[in-house]
């Protein structure tokens, strides 16, 4: 296989991934970008701000607001004045968004457990390597284009 047939076979597995993921719902009750918001702010020690999710999610400010205003309006998250900079707004999940977290990361661990008796730990490892590292090198390669 050569350089560009190796590039259409990634091009076919993440379009089969993405295929498989968006075909049905994973998880019911949160939409995938407040799953991944949610991810964030339940890993950070600290509120973060909303530009800080930008960065960490990939999704541009306006679909940004948009995720936070419909978490907001659910219950999900605070946004509070930082204490340093007033003109900042630190996001946090409050107890109810947490709970709606761990439910829909609970769905989301039984999956991949299935998934994980299937191929096997050792196979599943090497994919979570990969996967990130494909991430990673897309990341740098895009972002120095």
Known sequence: MDKRESGEALISAWL???GALWSGRIVSGMTFNEVHVC???????QGLTATQLCQLTGLLKSQ????LTEMENKGHICRQRSGKDRRQLNI???PAGK????KTHEQVITLT????ECIGIDQAA???ASVLQIANLLREIIHYD
């Not at 991810?39 to 020690?45: F, I, Q, R, T």
């Not at 457990?113 to 994980?116: N, W, Y």
Request: no cysteine; glycine share 0%.
């Open 16 to 18: 089969a991934l993405a």
């Open 92 to 94: 946090s999940l409050t």
């Open 113 to 116: 457990d299935r998934l994980v």
């Open 64 to 67: 940004m607001n948009k995720v």
């Open 126 to 128: 090497n994919a979570a």
């Open 39 to 45: 991810n964030h702010l339940n890993n950070a020690e």
């Open 99 to 102: 709970d709606a977290y761990l």
